[in-house]
């Protein structure tokens, strides 16, 4: 079946600007995660949610970042007045929700702000 | 909270070569561990992953690894290599009672032939 899919593959964007990042997660997945992978390291938790609400928002690194799921399903990351530093790899997962699911990755969108 | 600590950047080996990528990580609570493999230009993939039980996993493409509880360890063993391994290796943790993982900053497996 399908697996995780992520919109736009690429994002090239100016400091200051808007962007938004799009996720269709694996279909019946309750579970979706937003990661971020900078250059030379691991993806780094955002946000998590589960159906519509976000149960947990505790990675995202300050108030220009925000992620809604308004039916369940797709899930859009915003970044507001982008920065150099938010140039990333941005990872979108979903799950089944179980205790230790498997998190099914997406191929990610590579963000870079100049 | 917990952290993950890959000591390897990267790993060469040549081909039918055994090979171990070392993880260990710290956490006050129980926790699940996982593997994931990231090939050029894809998406993370799960190869195994630890949540309770016997401590030796077996995961997929002949890759198993070892909970070490004692030494907060859980290297990923495989013991003869192919030229399609090569690839980036991710160690992560989840803490019992959150979703969200730690992932260790990747070990890359170069396997030359």
């Known amino acids: 079946g399908a697996g995780v899919s992520q919109t736009p593959s690429n994002k090239v964007t100016e400091k200051g600007k808007y962007v938004e990042l799009r996720c269709d997660p694996i279909?019946?997945?309750?579970?979706l995660y937003w990661y971020r992978q900078s250059l030379g390291q691991g993806p780094e938790f955002l946000i998590y949610?589960?159906?519509?609400?976000?149960?947990?928002d505790s990675g995202l690194p300050n108030d220009r970042f925000f992620a809604v799921r308004p039916e369940g399903s797709v899930s859009t990351l915003k970044i507001q007045r982008t920065e150099r530093g938010d140039s990333a790899v941005y990872l979108c997962?979903?799950?089944?929700?179980?205790?230790?699911?498997?998190?099914?990755f997406g191929p990610g969108t590579r963000l870079l702000v100049l | 909270a917990q952290s993950v600590t890959q000591l390897d950047s990267q790993v060469p080996v040549f081909e039918e070569a055994p090979v171990e990528l070392r993880c260990n990580y710290s956490?006050?609570?129980?926790?699940?561990l996982f593997w994931y493999v990231q090939y050029p230009n894809q998406g993370l993939q799960l190869l195994l992953k630890?949540?309770?039980?016997?401590?030796l996993v077996k995961g997929i493409n002949g890759f198993e690894a070892e909970f070490n509880k004692s030494q907060t360890s859980f290297h990923l063993r495989k013991p003869s290599v192919h030229i399609s391994d090569t690839a980036e290796y991710f160690c992560?943790?989840?803490?019992?009672?959150?979703?969200?993982?730690?992932f260790g900053s990747g070990t890359r497996l170069q396997v030359q032939p």
């Open positions: 992560a943790v989840g803490r019992v009672g959150r979703r969200a993982l730690t």
């Open positions: 630890y949540l309770s039980g016997s401590t």
């Open positions: 956490s006050s609570v129980s926790v699940y």
């Open positions: 997962a979903s799950g089944l929700a179980g205790a230790g699911e498997t998190q099914y």
């Open positions: 949610f589960q159906g519509t609400g976000a149960a947990d």
């Open positions: 279909s019946g997945h309750t579970a």
